[in-house]
C-alpha cells in the first residue's frame, strides 16, 4: 500500500542519527511488548506479513510520531481487535471481560529459544522461473491497496536480474489471507540514476528483492 511507511528516496525528515550505546529497551515497556508480540505470533493466528501490514496501517500521523515499540504496541492491540481475541472495551480495561478464544498452541518458558528462530519461507515451485540472471527487467507500476513488497521508490524502473533466490511464499497474498501463493524471488539490481535521477551518484547501484509479480520484461 501507498502509505507513509514507505519512506525511501523521501526527503524532509533530517538524518537518521545513530543513538550512542543504545540500549536494548529504553523502559520496561518495550520490553514486554517485544514478549507479547513473540507470544501472539507463536500462536499461528498471524503470519509475519500480517504483522508488518499491521503496521502499515498505522495512522500517518502515529506513525511519524511514535517510537518503534510503540508502534509494535498499537498494532498488536489492533490485531488482536481485529482477530476476535478480544474487545476494545477489554483493552481498554486491561483485563478480559468475557471468555477467551482457544488457539492451538501457546508459548511456555521451553519453547522460547525455538520461538525467536524465524522459519524458512521457502516452498516448491509451481512453475520455472521466468527470468534468469542478466535479463533486463522492469518493475510494475503497481499501487495496491493492501500490503506490498515492492517499494515505491523502485517501481516502473529498468534493472537487471542479479540473482534468483528461489521460490518463498508471497507476502501480497499471504497478509491478506489469500493463501501462500508461492513464487520466485530474484535480486534485481539497479542504477542509481534509473532510481533517483540525472543528478545521482553515477557510482551509486542498488539492489532489492523482488518477487516475479512484480517484474516484467523490458
Not at 24 to 44: C, D, I, K, Q, S
Not at 67 to 76: D, E, F, T
Not at 168 to 178: L, S, W
Request: net charge positive.
Amino acid at each position: 500500500m501507498d502509505g507513509v511507511h514507505d519512506m525511501g528516496g523521501m526527503h524532509g525528515f533530517g538524518k537518521v542519527e545513530p543513538e550512542q550505546n543504545e540500549p536494548v529497551f529504553h523502559a520496561p515497556w518495550e520490553g514486554r511488548t517485544l514478549a507479547l508480540n513473540r507470544a501472539m505470533g507463536y500462536t499461528g493466528i498471524w503470519t509475519i506479513d500480517q504483522t508488518r501490514a499491521g503496521i502499515e496501517r498505522l495512522p500517518p500521523d502515529l506513525y511519524l510520531s511514535a517510537s518503534y515499540y510503540k508502534k509494535w504496541a498499537v498494532r498488536l492491540e489492533n490485531l488482536v481487535v481485529e482477530l476476535g481475541l478480544a474487545d476494545a472495551d477489554e483493552i481498554k480495561a486491561g483485563h478480559a471481560l468475557r471468555p477467551g478464544k482457544t488457539l492451538k498452541r501457546k508459548l511456555n518458558a521451553a519453547d522460547v529459544p525455538r520461538s525467536l528462530s524465524r522459519g524458512s519461507f521457502a516452498r516448491p515451485a509451481q512453475a520455472p522461473a521466468r527470468f534468469k540472471v542478466g535479463d533486463k527487467v522492469r518493475t510494475k507500476n503497481i499501487h495496491p491497496q493492501t500490503h506490498t513488497r515492492l517499494p515505491r521508490y523502485a517501481r516502473g524502473r529498468l534493472g537487471v536480474i542479479e540473482a534468483l533466490r528461489g521460490c518463498h511464499v508471497f507476502p501480497d497474498t499471504v497478509a491478506t489471507g489469500k493463501g501462500e501463493d508461492p513464487q520466485w524471488l530474484y535480486t534485481v539490481l539497479f542504477d542509481g540514476r534509473e532510481l533517483w535521477g540525472a543528478n545521482a551518484d553515477p557510482s551509486l547501484k542498488v539492489s532489492i528483492e523482488a518477487f516475479e509479480p512484480y517484474l516484467e520484461a523490458a
